[in-house]
């Protein structure tokens, strides 16, 4: 079935260095994508999203790149903060009547070491 | 208060046991969303309130499982004669709108174990 997931299910990096999170998703139906930070014990909270009618996406130390041809998308954190660390979600947005809906990837686990 | 409540933040239930979840939106917000998040997985959506219109509640597994919003604000999701396999955080989002993303919020969700 068609589903969004994960390259890495870890990823550890130090402090200081850029991390690069992917995500790959199957549905070309999809119109709006979203990463999500979950902390242990709390609910995910919203990082950046983007659109499918773009390609690149940049927030504060952290930029969302989109390649719908290979149907790919990647969250890029810039000089990674202890704080960082987390389970990074990606998800998706069918367009059409259920565009309420997100279907999530299975998460990437961030560790920053210090 | 300032984002989404739910209670309890742990649930401990016996085989058999019925469960109530409930979930203390933002105010004013009209959409509310339950998720369901397995150990290691990514949330899977449950089910879906405009006010208190239930539009979409396809996600829910099985007839145990029962949601409702009465009044437009507060919801609680009901799991009847729960089983082993509902073990798993249950999530509750809100937003001003329909669609899900900077609009919504989740709350820290209910842990629910069942032995």
């Known amino acids: 079935g068609e589903n969004v997931g994960l390259h890495l299910p870890t990823l550890s990096v130090q402090e200081g260095d850029n991390s690069i999170i992917n995500c790959a998703y199957s549905?070309?139906?999809?119109?709006?994508f979203i990463w999500y930070k979950q902390e242990s014990g709390k609910g995910p909270q919203f990082i950046i999203d983007?659109?499918?009618?773009?390609d690149k996406r940049q927030g504060q130390r952290v930029t969302v790149l989109l390649n719908k041809t290979v149907k790919h998308l990647s969250l890029q954190i810039a000089a990674t903060q202890p704080g960082d660390s987390a389970v990074y979600f990606c998800?998706?947005?069918?367009?059409?009547?259920?565009?309420?809906?997100?279907?999530f990837g299975k998460g990437t686990l961030l560790t920053v070491n210090p | 208060g300032a984002g989404v409540s739910q209670s309890p933040r742990y649930k401990v239930a016996k085989r058999g046991q019925d469960v109530a979840l409930r979930c203390d939106p933002i105010?004013?917000?009209?959409?509310l969303f339950w998720y369901q998040q397995a150990l290691g997985q990514g949330p899977e959506f449950l089910t879906y309130?405009?006010?208190?219109?239930?539009?979409?509640k396809s996600g829910l597994p099985s007839d145990r499982f029962f949601a409702e919003r009465p009044e437009g604000s507060v919801s609680t999701l009901k799991i009847q004669r729960t089983q082993q396999e509902d073990s798993a955080v249950y999530l509750c989002?809100?937003?001003?709108?329909?669609?899900?993303?900077?609009?919504?919020?989740f709350g820290q969700g209910t842990r629910l174990t069942v032995v």
């Open positions: 989002a809100s937003s001003l709108t329909p669609s899900p993303g900077l609009e919504a919020f």
């Open positions: 549905n070309s139906a999809s119109d709006y």
């Open positions: 983007i659109r499918s009618n773009m």
């Open positions: 998800a998706e947005r069918r367009s059409g009547g259920s565009n309420y809906k997100l279907t």
């Open positions: 105010s004013g917000h009209v959409s």
């Open positions: 309130f405009q006010n208190e219109a239930q539009l979409d």
